[in-house]
């Protein structure tokens, strides 16, 4: 498994926010201790967060302009954003060179639409890897899994109709932001009930797993939260640290360039759920 990271990702904070820079700092300092090293990524450009985003989106987030009462105005946070879109590019890019790769970086992504930040969220880092992968490939196809407890509204929103691409969630109901609740077109859903534990999720797994396998995708990409371990503060699911490393073996047995993008995950043992996703992989 390659990791890409950057310290610069701990540089801007808003206090008594969830998605704190403790949180990737401690992942960073835990895997470091592991063994693991890290590749710098590189900022993203403007023509690829215009594949996903409009322009009036970019330009509101340099200015200070677009924001919500989760997702608040934050100096250079676009610099930010564009360096975790950017990390999300190398991280498939290097997927279709044949290794796994995980985007270890903040801000996270999947709630961000064309024109909103949303979630924490303020470019969709995945969606705009997955979109330049899409046009530079024209008759090649991806698929998004989105693993985080929330549903992600953004990624589907920007792909909805779009056939080049599967997206499939797995993710809690009722829960914020109240999307995902059933499936349409090339988008499958996968509501689970508040308290849902590992045997169940991973009954999902399978199902989205097979979905994954008849549609084929030559690049796959994982929105990878940690908010569905049992003690994360903002959800109700009941997943263990080992249950990380089932998921990974499931992803990695349907052998797919696979990228892996950090969304969620806000308890103390965020650095062990990820870790023990990596060892899924890594075995
Ligand atoms: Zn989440």
Do not use: W
Not at 234 to 259: N, R, W
């Amino acid at each position: 498994m390659k990791l890409f990271f950057s310290s610069q990702c701990l540089d801007y904070n808003q206090p008594g926010h969830p998605e704190s820079p403790e949180r990737m700092k401690s992942t960073f300092e835990y895997l470091k201790k592991k063994g693991f090293h890290f590749n710098e990524p590189v900022t993203c450009g403007e023509e690829d967060i215009l594949r996903v985003h409009s322009k009036e989106h970019l330009q509101g987030i340099q200015m200070g302009k677009l924001y919500d009462y989760d997702t608040p105005v934050i100096p250079y946070i676009i610099d930010y954003a564009r360096l975790a879109a950017g990390s999300a590019i190398a991280v498939s890019e290097h997927a279709l060179k044949g290794e796994t790769s995980f985007s270890l970086m903040r801000p996270p992504g999947h709630h961000a639409t064309r024109q909103r930040v949303m979630g924490f969220c303020y470019l969709n880092n995945i969606a705009i890897a997955i979109a330049k992968f899409v046009d530079n490939n024209p008759n090649q196809k991806a698929a998004i899994l989105d693993i985080d407890c929330h549903h992600g509204n953004g990624s589907e929103a920007i792909f909805f109709g779009n056939s080049s691409v599967l997206y499939i969630s797995l993710h809690q109901s009722p829960l914020y932001p109240g999307t995902g609740l059933e499936s349409r077109e090339n988008c499958i859903n996968f509501p689970l009930h508040p308290n849902t534990e590992e045997s169940d999720y991973l009954k999902a797994m399978e199902k989205a797993c097979r979905a994954l396998i008849d549609f084929n995708p030559s690049l796959l990409g994982i929105s990878a939260g940690f908010d569905t371990y049992r003690d994360d503060p903002l959800t109700q699911f009941g997943l263990d640290i080992l249950s990380y490393t089932k998921i990974g073996e499931m992803i990695d047995a349907l052998k797919k360039p696979t990228f892996i993008v950090m969304e969620g995950g806000y308890s103390r043992d965020l650095p062990k759920c990820v870790h023990a996703l990596i060892k899924g992989f890594d075995h």
